[in-house]
């Protein structure tokens, strides 16, 4: 595997837009930012990087934080869950919506949102990005592996 470090200029357009949307000032500041395919940045320590380059057949190192795209930063669920402390844009959920969030479903946006971007957060536990759309309900992004299976 080649490993993509994210130089400072796109860490800090990476940096500036979780600044932007989510109202973060410290973006994994200690960790090393690694770009993985169709965007995904990944967060490892230094150490562990080091390490990386050395062995062979490398698949992936670090935490999976969040997608960058030109539209937007989107972050993972366990991205958001730890800047959970530090975002500014969140939606508190109830039970039933907490379970809807995680089959993937759309959850009505009760609180006012400032931007297109939300995490959803149920008793303090931050559960991943939704999108906002017009109709006022945030459509989850969370992974078809990850959702709670229909019934």
């Known amino acids: 595997m080649k490993i993509r470090r994210a130089d400072s200029e796109l860490r800090q357009q990476i940096e500036h837009e979780a600044n932007r949307t989510y109202g973060v000032s410290d973006f994994f500041s200690n960790y090393e930012l690694i770009i993985s395919g169709e965007g995904r940045v990944r967060a490892t320590t230094s150490e562990t990087l080091q390490l990386a380059s050395i062995l062979k057949k490398v698949d992936s190192i670090g935490l999976y934080v969040a997608k960058y795209r030109k539209w937007g930063l989107t972050l993972s669920i366990e991205g958001s869950h730890y800047l959970c402390q530090q975002l500014k844009s969140t939606l508190e959920l109830d039970r039933e ?3 809807r969030w995680m089959m993937a479903a759309p959850v009505e946006a009760r609180q006012k949102t400032s931007g297109k971007f ?5 008793q303090g536990f931050c559960m991943g990005t939704g999108v906002v759309g017009r109709d006022g309900r945030a459509y989850p992004q969370v992974p078809k592996w990850r959702r709670i299976p229909e019934e």
Do not use: G, H, S
């Open 97 to 99: 919506d907490a379970i």
């Open 118 to 122: 939300v995490v959803a957060r149920y």
